[in-house]
Each structure stands twice: as structure tokens, then as C-alpha cells.
């Protein structure tokens, strides 16, 4: 199985910054995906950021400029840094990995969540 530890998030006034981790432990075969969603009380999920195998990163509209997303491959770790927040950045934040794990001899594809880790941007 392939586990997802986030942590970082916490309260910050607006125009602040906070960097989220994401570590993803277990018998991993590769990530292909790393993903960054939101859910903002009585708002459905939303997907943040997006970074793939080869490092290529894609932005919601309402976060570029000011959101960078990376991924350490030898940590099997994926991180958001977050800059100029706004109030209306206020969400429980969850990482979300695609990838495959299991044995050499057979693997399995994955897409896990994390537990979430709660942003609060006070105004």
C-alpha cells in the first residue's frame, strides 16, 4: 500500500507565505502524478496544482503567480509553496499521487489522498 503524510498548513495573515510537504511512503514503483486539491467549506474540491514525472507543473487560473508546486523524486515528496495568500485561499489542502507500487514481479496502479492538512488566511 502506499501511504500520503501531508503537513505544513497552519493561520496566516493575508499576503503571507506557508509550504506544504506531501510525503508518499510504501513499496513504490513510480509517481507519475502529483497533485495538489483544495475544499473550501461548503465548496466542492478543487484541483490547485498539478506536477508530473518529468517535473512539468500546471496551475489553476486563481493561484499562478503566486503558487509554486515541486517534487523531490529521491524523497518521493511533493511540496506547495504558497505566496500572497488571500483570505479566499482559506481550505483544507489534500495532496493526491498517481503513480504504480508493488513488487518487481507484479505492480499495481494507485491514486491515493492524503489526510489533509487545514489553511487558514485570516484578512
Known amino acids: 500500500q502506499v501511504q500520503l503524510v501531508e503537513s505544513g498548513g497552519g493561520l496566516v495573515q493575508a499576503g503571507g507565505s506557508l509550504r506544504l510537504s506531501c510525503a508518499a511512503s510504501?513499496?513504490?514503483?513510480?509517481?507519475?502524478?502529483l497533485n495538489w486539491y483544495r475544499q473550501a467549506p461548503g465548496k466542492q474540491r478543487e484541483l490547485v496544482a498539478t506536477?508530473?514525472?518529468?517535473?512539468?507543473?500546471n496551475y489553476a487560473e486563481s493561484v499562478k503567480g503566486r503558487f509554486i508546486i515541486s517534487r523531490d523524486n529521491s524523497e518521493n515528496t511533493v511540496y506547495l509553496q504558497m505566496n500572497s495568500l488571500k483570505p479566499g485561499d482559506t481550505a483544507v489542502y489534500y495532496c493526491?499521487?498517481?503513480?504504480?507500487?508493488?513488487?518487481?514481479?507484479?505492480?499495481?496502479?494507485?491514486?491515493?489522498w492524503g489526510q489533509g492538512t487545514q489553511v487558514t488566511v485570516s484578512s
Open positions: 493526491n499521487a498517481v503513480g504504480a507500487y508493488g513488487p518487481v514481479e507484479r505492480t499495481y496502479e494507485f491514486s491515493n
Open positions: 510504501g513499496r513504490l514503483r513510480s509517481i507519475n502524478s
Open positions: 506536477i508530473n514525472i518529468g517535473g512539468r507543473a
